[in-house]
T-cell receptor, first 113, second 113 residues
Framework: AQKVTQAQTEISVVEKEDVTLDCVYE???????LFWYKQPPSGELVFLIR??????QNEISGRYSWNFQKSTSSFNFTITASQVVDSAVYFC??????????FGAGTILRVKS | GAGVSQTPSNKVTEKGKYVELRCDPI?????LYWYRQSLGQGPEFLIY????????DSGLPNDRFFAVRPEGSVSTLKIQRTERGDSAVYLC???????????FGPGTRLLVL
């Protein structure tokens, strides 16, 4: 069965600190996709990144970076120099069979000024 | 361009009533998905459409839930004989084709009294 675990329920940091959100997944499929979405207080899920199972290269986009390690079934997300606007719930998700997403329970990130 | 839109944004109904939730996907997107998000949890898959047909409805909780997409664009999620446990945010997403990134709408908050 497919499963996504985000062990950190809530993280609080002070502005400008770096923060890493953990994601561990389970799947028997060899082809799958991993995602991160951001859900700000407004409620709409905002797409951040999509990574396929054959591409283990880390990715950086501005202050965001992602570390994908198949050996540990992890897809962690780091925000560098956090800002108050980064406060949100962050979801890691797994897609298999090319369609449905399986989400983790989410990590609440609170960035204090 | 316009994103995924959902109406109504909020719906309050009484136990036992029938409700319809509407989703208008991004123009040109052929795949459409419905998810349900309960408080403090990640979204859970309900059903997805490829064109007009429901390709996978394995997430629908029971036969009170039904969804249609008659012309391959707008979709309606229908819930009969609503129960208090149906209270949640119902999210719609669309993707250009199956296996591509899903973009989410703002959701419909359903409250069953």
């Amino acid at each position: 069965a497919q499963k996504v675990t985000q062990a950190q329920t809530e993280i609080s940091v002070v502005e400008k600190e770096d923060v890493t959100l953990d994601c561990v997944y389970e799947t028997r499929d060899t082809t799958y996709y991993l995602f991160w979405y951001k859900q700000p207080p407004s409620g709409e899920l905002v797409f951040l990144i999509r990574r396929n199972s054959f591409d283990e290269q880390n990715e950086i986009s501005g202050r965001y970076s992602w570390n994908f390690q198949k050996s540990t079934s992890s897809f962690n997300f780091t925000i560098t120099a956090s800002q108050v606007v980064d406060s949100a719930v962050y979801f890691c998700a797994l897609s298999y069979n090319g369609n449905k997403l399986v989400f983790g329970a989410g990590t609440i990130l609170r960035v204090k000024s | 361009g316009a994103g995924v839109s959902q109406t109504p944004s909020n719906k309050v109904t009484e136990k036992g009533k029938y409700v319809e939730l509407r989703c208008d996907p991004i123009s040109g997107h052929t795949a459409l998905y419905w998810y349900r998000q309960s408080l403090g949890q990640g979204p859970e898959f309900l059903i997805y459409f490829q064109g007009t047909g429901a390709a996978d409805d394995s997430g629908l909780p029971n036969d009170r839930f039904f969804a249609v997409r008659p012309e391959g664009s707008v979709s309606t999620l229908k819930i009969q004989r609503t129960e208090r446990g149906d209270s949640a945010v119902y999210l719609c997403a669309s993707s250009l084709v199956v296996d591509e990134t899903q973009y989410f709408g703002p959701g419909t908050r359903l409250l069953v009294l």
